[in-house]
């Protein structure tokens, strides 16, 4: 039998989660649900949320939670995700982690773990650099990591504090972060 399993990915721009995963998603059978492609791809299709959102995306702030919360809400309610999900880039402030709670609860799911990839500043400026996606140029992306520390990072303490964090070390070979964060996930 296939065992439903719903991930939270944390850590900083740059951090690899994208990549992670999306290795993850395909090994289990389960979509990875990213806030960013959805807003990428809403921006490259110029619809309404992707013209609300290019502006904060463009300056590497974040786009307020009622362009996000909905969007969570219909997409966890998709067929494709009732066996299991990957969320990378959601909850990506505290009020969207309470928020994800409460949801949750109300679509009798449960999220197994939240996994944390730590990974050193220089590293991530660094990879962010050599990525060139549009808004991986130096202001912003200095802009991006302090809206991390000071949004972001206390979301690693919410799920510390329910007891469902683990960190892995990020700053390795990828297939290296991938083995780690299956034996996290197993653990
Ligand atoms: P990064 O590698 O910088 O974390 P993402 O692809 O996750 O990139 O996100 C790109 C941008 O999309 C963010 O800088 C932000 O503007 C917006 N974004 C993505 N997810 C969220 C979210 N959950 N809440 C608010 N803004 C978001």
Redesign the pocket.
Known sequence: MVQSIRLIFLG????G??TQAQILAESHGIPHI???????AAIANETELGQQ?QG??D???????S??LDL?RERLQQPDAQQGWIL??????VS?AAFLNTLLAELSQQCNVALNLEVPDSTLIER?LSRG?K?DNQE?IRR?LE??REQTAPVIDFYQKQGSLQSVNGDRLPEEVTAALKDAIAS
């Open positions: 900083p721009p740059g951090a989660k994208g990213s806030t960013g492609e959805i807003l990428r959102a904060f995306v300056r590497g702030e974040l786009v307020p939670d362009l996000i969570i990378d880039g959601f909850p990506r402030n969207q962010l996606r808004d912003t991006r809206v991390y």
